[in-house]
């Protein structure tokens, strides 16, 4: 079983050969406009669009916490749009992360990354505008990913 590698760098330009998986973590009010996203709509114009559209079109389909998304933005390259936040901002019921639909998304994730054959690349998700902690996101990855042979890299910016 291999390990999650950490590297300093910019996960939306990720390491290393074949097809690729950048995951982040989306609210679940449609809302897109502060953090990683907003490097991601710097790149590729596609997953911003996708997610959009996924919301506004949610009566009809699977949009919910723990739902995942995959977009293609280059021959090699994926974006997983994972929604994993209750809202967007920390109130009376705590942070927006939720823990069980991160879990869920990223069960989603693994299976999308082995029927792709891809490696799988991430910021510390769930943790900065989240206001999750690392300590209990990390083993949610071990366990969904790392377990079933998914490379993974987390990137820590500069």
């Not at 949610?58 to 919910?64: I, M």
């Not at 723990?66 to 090699?76: S, T, W």
């Amino acid at each position: 079983m291999s390990e999650i590698t950490y590297v300093r760098g910019d996960a939306t330009v990720p390491f290393g050969k074949g097809v690729k998986l950048i995951a982040h973590v989306c609210n679940d009010l449609g809302g897109w406009g502060k953090g990683f996203v907003l490097a991601l709509s710097r790149r590729w114009p596609e997953p911003e669009k996708a997610y959009r559209a996924w919301h506004r079109d949610r009566a009809a389909n699977d949009f919910a916490l723990g739902a995942a998304q995959f977009v293609q933005v280059e021959p090699y390259v994926w974006v997983a749009n994972m929604i994993g936040q209750r809202g967007i901002r920390t109130g009376s019921n705590g942070v927006p992360v939720r823990y069980e639909a991160i879990d869920a998304a990223l069960a989603r994730l693994a299976d999308k990354a082995l029927e792709l054959g891809a490696s799988v690349h991430m910021p510390r998700i769930g943790c900065g505008l989240a206001g999750g902690r690392w300590s209990r996101i990390e083993p949610l990855i071990t366990e969904r990913l790392v377990r079933r042979d998914v490379p993974v890299t987390v990137y820590d910016h500069d």
